[in-house]
């Protein structure tokens, strides 16, 4: 038989669970998703992933600006669900919702519960240099990501992935993670575990101000920092002179092996756009312009002069 499922999802991380959840023959009776926002040059309202992906697959969307209120609280339960599946909607759920569902509300969360709780778990795991993480399915609970875990899966994150490319790895693992609990939910074989009390962190949103590649720093944390803000909102430096500077992304860079001093931090070492660090050293090897396609550093050095001994600021 199939689960009667609200699905709860806003970015594209959480469009294959929903459409896993449609392959397997649940009833998804509606999604609720993010308004529609302004994106674009012109700034119209765009539909987000999940929503879109809801109108294609014929499941009504409802974009609530609050689920604060009793006629939210109202309207939820009158979708009478077993359980509401939830993958980063974008917003903590209130008691009310919580309890609504006959088995409650589960959850898809992006890192190995309990490190990285929060908004940002993917970001964070990357930047922090951490070797693995995980995607985890878990009861939902008042507390932000604090509810026992159900199922989990551990994922190696490479020495040169991205955070983009590690979030459509997990994206692809949770799909079928929650497939899977909702089989077992299914049988009556879901068992849930306790999260340690112990290596709590936290992941929370990234600031703008962390975009800022700091070369000061040693240059593994540089690396890690420019893996896990790539593609967005992507580290930055700039080049060029006051009026004439420009901002320049670093979606991609090599760290150069050696850890020691080998030159004032931010120096052009080379031809090949190596740049030191406080110590050690990193490559750019894909960066992107305002207002261009990511380029090459290569293609790069067509417009911009950057011989050795530049200081990128």
């Not at 998804?28 to 309202?45: E, H, K, L, N």
């Not at 949770?174 to 089989?183: E, K």
Request: charge should be neutral; hydrophobic fraction near 40%; glycine fraction near 10%.
């Amino acid at each position: 038989m199939s689960l009667r499922i609200v699905f709860m999802g806003t970015p594209e991380f959480s469009v294959p669970t929903l459409a896993g959840l449609i392959a397997a023959g649940h009833e998804i009776v509606t999604v609720y998703s993010q308004p529609p926002r302004p994106a674009g040059r012109g700034m119209s309202d765009r539909k987000s992933p999940v929503h879109a992906y809801a109108d294609s697959a014929g499941i009504p969307v409802l974009t609530p600006v609050s689920l604060r209120t009793p006629e939210a609280t109202e309207t939820f339960r009158t979708h009478h669900a077993d359980v509401a599946v939830v993958v980063a909607y974008g917003w903590i759920l209130p008691r009310a919702i919580l309890d609504a569902p006959r088995h409650g509300c589960i959850n898809l969360h992006a890192s190995a519960l309990p490190r990285w709780r929060g908004a940002a778990p993917i970001q964070r795991a990357v930047m922090a240099g951490d070797r693995d993480t995980a995607v985890m399915v878990m009861r939902m609970e008042a507390g932000l990501d604090t509810g026992p875990v159900y199922l989990g899966e551990h994922v190696p994150i490479e020495m040169d992935m991205s955070a983009g490319e590690l979030h459509d790895t997990l994206s692809r693992r949770g799909a079928d993670l929650v497939v899977r609990a909702l089989a077992a939910l299914e049988r009556g074989s879901l068992v849930a575990t306790a999260q340690s009390p112990e290596g709590v962190t936290y992941a929370r949103k990234i600031e703008k101000s962390e975009a800022h590649i700091d070369f000061t720093r040693p240059a593994a944390e540089v690396h890690a920092i420019i893996r896990g803000l790539s593609p967005h909102p992507g580290a930055w430096f700039e080049i060029g002179e006051n009026a004439k500077s420009e901002r320049v992304k670093v979606l991609r860079a090599g760290l150069v092996p050696g850890d020691g001093p080998i030159g004032q931090p931010g120096e052009v070492l080379d031809e090949m756009l190596t740049i030191a660090c406080a110590s050690g050293a990193i490559r750019l090897l894909e960066v992107q312009r305002a207002g261009r396609k990511p380029m090459s550093a290569a293609e790069l050095l067509r417009g911009f002069s950057m011989p050795p001994g530049t200081r990128l600021r």
